[in-house]
């Protein structure tokens, strides 16, 4: 492969290729220690001369890119010399100075990827070695990637996969800095310095377009941007273990300059990296007096300004800010007029609105106590809110779940009542205009109308519970007020079920309403005080009873009747049972207009088998006294032998907890031990088929639970999965009876322990042919 004059470089080239899937080969020969290298080393020395060739630089560089990519090992102390020297050159230098000036030519791609791959390749070296000329030089080429000109993704091809690399450097240098323990490695000041400048140059290069050429961009351009922003957000992220406060504090102060020169792409970018070290920052008090410097400056009133184009990019990273921050503002309270102030003046800008809208919820939420005197307020401007074009569906049911968050923090129902009924009262218009504009055939404003009712709604509900972290005297003995139970608090939830059920009975195709539906209801499902939506039950089985097979979403219906159950299991009064009898009925109507098969509409069979295993042990009584309950258990079966993974799941689910031993007594016993006795071969026998080889090996280990359960708890089960082995229609061959005899008396003896879903996977792979684990 030397290049000599008058050689054919074509004949090189092809040498080089050679060499190159013989190299691969012997990645693969010396991994299995099959091969030595020492033959092919040799030629490595040659390959690396082809380098500085110029018609043989590309297939060459790809050879070694390759080679660093898959094979590092391959490469001796001196082939890695001689790469250095090559990557430090002169020629090294002009081909990256190029692409800082946008020159991506297919040979500058190809010696950046060969540059990044040996960087993967020896990161440790680059990081540890400093004094290294070479490795220094290399790993300035490196930082110089991301100073390239054009947009990442878009224009530059290398920037993205240039921050991979330097992701990998800080993982290592964070690596390497917790495993030192105190004494920190003499080379990690000059390694965080470089980190340091990634993410100066990271800053550069995460700044928007300004708005004609962004508006230019395909989607995939968009996308490519995107990407290498949540990159660099993810390196931010990493490095602040590294770097610290500093970096919070160098961010902080790089955004106030950018304020005070009106920069205000600048400013976004900066305010973007501040956001990416929200979640890693503590409550140092450093952090606090920067952040203070900079929400006490003009930052909020600056992009209320109508008076000077700002990018609404600008404002959005702005408002993130405020979301992502908001435990700052629960703290220094001072800063929350002018904040609400820009969220509220940014409502009005449709590009803005949904933004705003969430950050004034997440405010909203995090300060509610502090808000409590400002809630008149609040309602004033919602209701100016309506007035205005961007009143949309998203915009509407945020504002409204933040002020809801406000009432939540009163701290006596009554005094909520008067707020409360007066966001009542504007949801009620969505609900009128949706009733107008059915009768008046306006089908787009009639389903948005119903839409943003029920949606406002489930944000209400969603905003009225107590918040995770509220205090709760377990001492306290005090009477729970009896305000949600009767007089204006009644009436009050009565409007609030009238105006769901309105809505719901007009749109019960539409899977947007039916969701806002069930949310509403489970909004009070998690709440242990009374309250506007803390419903009886018997609301929710009016909602599952009015729900036909054609009902949109019907299997989130079923989930919610699930959820009201498992919100009521220790309360077994006799609403509960009328309410579990009343959704037992129903499941069993469901199933016969389903023909009995689970195949049919497997989401709705599986959410119905999840009711009907909700029902065991609390419910059985009402499961006991359904009409045509066998529909039930014979849908179940069935389940077990379905396509679809979701109604075998559910359905073995199912009969793992309705076979295990409860203590029942009476007609519930007897039902119990009849169910058992007349299904259990059946239910046997179907497992049986599933691990004799028919079901997926990813279906084992839910299979595995009934077979556990049943063997554990039912005595009969021995002679159940005998018969079954030894059915005429047992679907493997490959097995003898001596096989299934060996792995019954092994699942026998497991009884229900952890290694019976070994023992079942192993029988699997033996009725698949292969080796029988425990045959004698």
Same mark, same amino acid.
């Given at each position: 492969?030397?290049?000599?004059?008058?050689?054919?470089?074509?004949?090189?080239?092809?040498?080089?290729?050679?060499?190159?899937?013989?190299?691969?080969?012997?990645?693969?020969?010396?991994?299995?220690?099959?091969?030595?290298?020492?033959?092919?080393?040799?030629?490595?020395?040659?390959?690396?001369?082809? /380098?500085?060739?110029?018609?043989?630089?590309?297939?060459?560089?790809?050879?070694?890119?390759?080679?660093?990519?898959?094979?590092?090992?391959? $490469?001796?102390?001196?082939?890695?010399?001689?790469?250095?020297?090559?990557?430090?050159?002169?020629?090294?230098?002009?081909?990256?100075?190029?692409?800082?000036?946008?020159?991506?030519?297919?040979?500058?791609?190809?010696?950046?990827?060969?540059?990044?791959?040996?960087?993967?390749?020896?990161?440790?070296? $680059? +990081?540890?070695?400093?004094?290294?000329?070479?490795?220094?030089?290399?790993?300035?080429?490196?930082?110089?990637?991301?100073?390239?000109?054009?947009?990442?993704?878009?224009?530059?091809?290398?920037?993205?996969?240039?921050?991979?690399?330097?992701?990998?450097?800080?993982?290592?240098?964070?690596?390497?800095?917790?495993? +030192?323990?105190?004494?920190?490695?003499?080379?990690?000041?000059?390694?965080?310095?470089?980190?340091?400048?990634?993410?100066?140059?990271?800053?550069?290069?995460?700044?928007?377009?300004?708005?004609?050429?962004?508006?230019?961009?395909?989607?995939?351009?968009?996308?490519?941007?995107?990407?290498?922003?949540?990159?660099?957000?993810?390196?931010?992220?990493?490095?602040?273990?590294?770097? #610290?406060?500093?970096?919070?504090?160098?961010?902080?102060?790089?955004?106030?300059?950018?304020?005070?020169?009106?920069?205000?792409?600048?400013?976004?970018?900066?305010?973007?990296?501040?956001?990416?070290?929200?979640?890693?920052?503590?409550?140092?008090?450093?952090?606090?007096?920067?952040?203070?410097?900079?929400?006490?400056?003009?930052?909020?009133?600056?992009?209320?300004?109508?008076?000077?184009?700002?990018?609404?990019?600008?404002?959005?990273?702005?408002?993130?800010?405020?979301?992502?921050?908001?435990?700052?503002?629960?703290?220094?309270?001072?800063?929350?007029?002018?904040?609400?102030?820009?969220?509220?003046?940014?409502?009005? +800008?449709?590009?803005?609105?949904?933004?705003?809208?969430?950050?004034?919820?997440?405010?909203? %939420?995090?300060?509610?106590?502090? @808000?409590?005197?400002?809630?008149?307020? !609040? /309602?004033?401007?919602?209701?100016? /809110?309506?007035?205005?074009?961007?009143?949309?569906?998203?915009?509407?049911?945020?504002?409204?779940?933040?002020?809801?968050?406000?009432?939540?923090?009163?701290?006596?129902?009554?005094?909520?009542?008067?707020?409360?009924?007066?966001?009542?009262?504007?949801?009620?218009?969505?609900?009128?205009?949706?009733?107008?504009?059915?009768?008046? %055939?306006?089908?787009?404003?009639?389903?948005?109308?119903?839409?943003?009712?029920?949606?406002?709604?489930?944000?209400?509900?969603?905003?009225?519970?107590?918040?995770?972290?509220?205090?709760?005297?377990?001492?306290?003995?005090?009477?729970?007020?009896?305000?949600?139970?009767? #007089?204006?608090?009644?009436?009050?939830?009565?409007?609030?079920?009238?105006?769901?059920?309105?809505?719901?009975?007009?749109?019960?195709?539409?899977?947007?309403?039916?969701?806002?539906?069930?949310?509403?209801?489970?909004?009070?499902?998690?709440?242990?005080?009374?309250?506007?939506?803390? !419903?009886?039950?018997? =609301?929710?089985?009016? $909602?599952?009873?009015?729900?036909?097979?054609?009902?949109?979403?019907?299997?989130?219906?079923?989930?919610?009747?699930?959820?009201?159950?498992?919100?009521?299991?220790?309360?077994?009064?006799?609403?509960?049972?009328? +309410?579990?009898?009343?959704?037992?009925?129903?499941?069993?109507?469901?199933?016969?207009?389903?023909?009995?098969?689970?195949?049919?509409?497997?989401?709705?069979?599986?959410?119905?088998?999840?009711?009907?295993?909700?029902? =065991?042990?609390?419910?059985?009584?009402?499961?006991?006294?359904?009409?045509?309950?066998?529909?039930?258990?014979?849908?179940?079966?069935?389940?077990?032998?379905?396509?679809?993974?979701?109604?075998?799941?559910?359905?073995?689910?199912?009969?793992?907890?309705?076979?295990?031993?409860?203590?029942?007594? #009476?007609?519930?016993?007897?039902?119990?031990?009849?169910?058992?006795?007349?299904?259990?071969?059946?239910?046997?026998?179907?497992?049986?088929?599933?691990?004799?080889?028919?079901?997926?090996?990813?279906? @084992?280990?839910?299979?595995?639970?009934?077979?556990?359960?049943?063997?554990?708890?039912?005595?009969?089960?021995?002679?159940?999965?005998?018969?079954?082995?030894?059915?005429?229609?047992?679907?493997?061959?490959?097995?003898?009876?001596?096989?299934?005899?060996?792995?019954?008396?092994?699942?026998?003896?497991?009884?229900?322990?952890?290694?019976?879903?070994?023992?079942?996977?192993?029988?699997?792979?033996?009725?698949? #042919?292969?080796?029988?684990?425990?045959?004698?």
């Amino acid at each position: 492969m030397a290049i000599t004059p008058g050689q054919d470089v074509k004949t090189t080239e092809e040498g080089v290729k050679c060499f190159q899937s013989w190299v691969m080969y012997a990645h693969r020969a010396w991994i299995d220690k099959a091969l030595e290298l020492q033959p092919l080393r040799p030629l490595t020395h040659l390959a690396i001369q082809a /380098l500085h060739h110029e018609d043989l630089f590309d297939v060459t560089v790809d050879l070694f890119t390759d080679v660093l990519i898959n094979f590092s090992a391959f $490469l001796t102390a001196g082939d890695l010399e001689s790469l250095s020297t090559v990557l430090a050159s002169t020629r090294a230098r002009q081909i990256v100075s190029g692409l800082k000036r946008g020159h991506y030519d297919t040979e500058a791609i190809s010696f950046a990827r060969f540059l990044l791959a040996y960087g993967d390749a020896f990161v440790q070296d $680059l +990081a540890k070695k400093v004094e290294d000329p070479l490795l220094s030089q290399i790993v300035h080429q490196l930082l110089e990637l991301l100073r390239c000109e054009g947009y990442a993704g878009v224009e530059d091809e290398i920037c993205a996969q240039a921050i991979e690399f330097w992701m990998t450097y800080t993982e290592f240098l964070i690596d390497s800095l917790f495993a +030192a323990g105190e004494e920190k490695p003499v080379w990690m000041d000059m390694a965080r310095q470089r980190v340091v400048e990634v993410i100066e140059a990271s800053w550069v290069k995460v700044r928007m377009p300004a708005g004609e050429l962004a508006a230019s961009w395909d989607s995939d351009a968009r996308a490519g941007f995107k990407a290498f922003r949540a990159d660099v957000r993810d390196l931010l992220q990493s490095s602040y273990t590294l770097l #610290g406060v500093d970096i919070f504090e160098k961010l902080a102060q790089l955004a106030l300059q950018s304020l005070e020169s009106r920069a205000w792409l600048h400013l976004e970018a900066t305010l973007f990296c501040l956001n990416a070290l929200s979640d890693s920052i503590s409550d140092e008090d450093s952090v606090d007096a920067m952040l203070c410097r900079l929400f006490g400056s003009s930052l909020f009133a600056d992009m209320s300004s109508t008076g000077e184009p700002i990018p609404a990019k600008t404002r959005q990273t702005a408002m993130n800010m405020i979301t992502e921050y908001t435990a700052f503002f629960e703290r220094h309270v001072e800063y929350l007029p002018a904040m609400l102030n820009f969220l509220f003046e940014s409502l009005k +800008a449709p590009a803005l609105a949904g933004v705003a809208a969430k950050a004034i919820l997440s405010s909203c %939420s995090s300060c509610r106590q502090n @808000l409590i005197p400002e809630l008149g307020a !609040f /309602l004033q401007q919602y209701e100016v /809110l309506l007035t205005w074009a961007t009143a949309e569906v998203y915009t509407k049911e945020k504002v409204i779940g933040g002020i809801a968050a406000i009432i939540q923090a009163i701290p006596r129902d009554e005094d909520k009542y008067g707020p409360l009924s007066t966001l009542i009262q504007f949801i009620d218009r969505d609900v009128s205009d949706c009733i107008k504009f059915m009768e008046a %055939s306006q089908a787009e404003k009639f389903q948005s109308s119903g839409i943003c009712a029920l949606k406002c709604l489930a944000s209400m509900g969603k905003a009225l519970q107590a918040p995770d972290d509220a205090f709760i005297d377990l001492d306290a003995d005090a009477p729970q007020s009896a305000f949600w139970a009767e #007089g204006q608090g009644a009436s009050l939830q009565a409007k609030v079920v009238q105006m769901m059920e309105t809505v719901t009975s007009l749109m019960r195709w539409n899977s947007d309403v039916v969701e806002a539906g069930c949310q509403i209801l489970k909004s009070g499902y998690k709440e242990s005080a009374p309250g506007l939506f803390v !419903f009886p039950p018997e =609301v929710t089985v009016d $909602l599952v009873l009015a729900s036909k097979l054609d009902t949109a979403r019907l299997d989130y219906v079923l989930d919610t009747a699930c959820a009201m159950l498992n919100r009521h299991v220790h309360e077994p009064e006799t609403t509960i049972k009328s +309410a579990a009898s009343a959704l037992m009925n129903n499941l069993l109507g469901i199933i016969h207009l389903m023909g009995g098969e689970p195949s049919s509409d497997p989401e709705v069979a599986s959410s119905g088998i999840d009711l009907a295993d909700k029902m =065991v042990p609390h419910y059985l009584d009402c499961m006991m006294s359904a009409h045509n309950v066998q529909r039930l258990f014979d849908f179940t079966l069935k389940g077990l032998t379905a396509a679809e993974i979701m109604p075998k799941r559910t359905a073995a689910h199912f009969w793992a907890t309705f076979v295990q031993n409860y203590e029942v007594s #009476g007609d519930v016993a007897i039902f119990v031990g009849a169910v058992t006795q007349r299904y259990g071969p059946q239910l046997c026998h179907i497992l049986v088929r599933n691990i004799g080889g028919e079901a997926a090996r990813s279906e @084992l280990d839910v299979l595995a639970e009934p077979l556990k359960k049943l063997v554990f708890a039912q005595p009969q089960a021995k002679v159940w999965l005998s018969n079954a082995l030894s059915s005429e229609d047992f679907p493997s061959q490959k097995v003898g009876s001596t096989e299934k005899r060996v792995w019954l008396q092994k699942i026998l003896n497991l009884r229900g322990a952890k290694g019976t879903n070994a023992a079942v996977k192993d029988f699997w792979m033996a009725c698949r #042919g292969r080796e029988f684990a425990y045959a004698s």
